[in-house]
T-cell receptor, first 116, second 109 residues
Framework: DTAVSQTPKYLVTQMGNDKSIKCEQN?????MYWYKQDSKKFLKIMFS???????INETVPNRFSPKSPDKAHLNLHINSLELGDSAVYFC???????????????FGPGTRLTVT | SQQGEEDPQALSIQEGENATMNCSYK?????LQWYRQNSGRGLVHLIL?????REKHSGRLRVTLDTSKKSSSLLITASRAADTASYFC?????????FGDGTTLTVKP
């Protein structure tokens, strides 16, 4: 099936650990995103890559590091996890960056991260 | 950072009724998009309206855009229980999409 997929779907870990979330899209899109959705459902952009180049880098702690090995993948690595990192993290992709003709975003199912 | 705002925050209606949700934003925009999120799931793109458009239809969805008031509305006609979800607007400006807080819609059968 064509889709945006994320792994794992659930991640429970202790404070101080380092973890990664993987995202893959087989839609042939050039742009990928990471969003964080907090407990109040507010969705905030974290990073965006276009053709493996970082184009959006919001005010995010440098413990968060995205990596795009190719256009179809955008992984998120988080160092020294903190309680406040608990949230649902969504990956998304679009053909074009926001503001251009093909910028409708397609979202993955989310990764629920719980830091204890 | 700028943030869109939806109102109402929560809306409860009976099946068959129409549901109207509003979205306001603060900057000029390239386009505005509406998404639906079912509980525990990812967001699904519903409809996009560009800054030079005033109204757009897609099935039971009707979206309007008033750039002078910096607001948009999403109307769902003849609602169904399956429309129960959270609805978000996202405005796009300067290469970035900013999501609002969402409206939680409950459609009672």
């Amino acid at each position: 099936d064509t889709a945006v997929s994320q792994t794992p779907k659930y991640l429970v870990t202790q404070m101080g650990n380092d973890k990664s979330i993987k995202c893959e899209q087989n839609l042939g899109h050039d742009t990928m995103y990471w969003y964080k959705q907090d407990s109040k459902k507010f969705l905030k952009i974290m990073f965006s890559y276009n053709n493996k180049e970082l184009i959006i880098n919001e005010t995010v702690p440098n413990r968060f590091s995205p990596k795009s090995p190719d256009k179809a993948h955008l992984n998120l690595h988080i160092n020294s996890l903190e309680l406040g990192d608990s949230a649902v993290y969504f990956c998304a992709s679009s053909q074009d960056p926001p503001g251009l003709a093909g910028d409708e975003q397609y979202f993955g199912p989310g990764t629920r991260l719980t830091v204890t | 950072s700028q943030q869109g705002e939806e109102d109402p925050q929560a809306l409860s209606i009976q099946e068959g009724e129409n549901a109207t949700m509003n979205c306001s934003y603060k900057t000029s925009i390239n386009n505005l998009q509406w998404y639906r999120q079912n509980s525990g799931r990812g967001l699904v793109h519903l409809i996009l309206i560009r800054s030079n458009e005033r109204e757009k239809h897609s099935g039971r969805l009707r979206v309007t855009l008033d750039t002078s008031k910096k607001s948009s509305s999403l109307l769902i006609t003849a609602s169904r229980a399956a429309d129960t979800a959270s609805y978000f607007c996202a405005n796009t400006n300067a290469g970035k999409s900013t999501f609002g807080d969402g409206t939680t819609l409950t459609v009672k059968p």
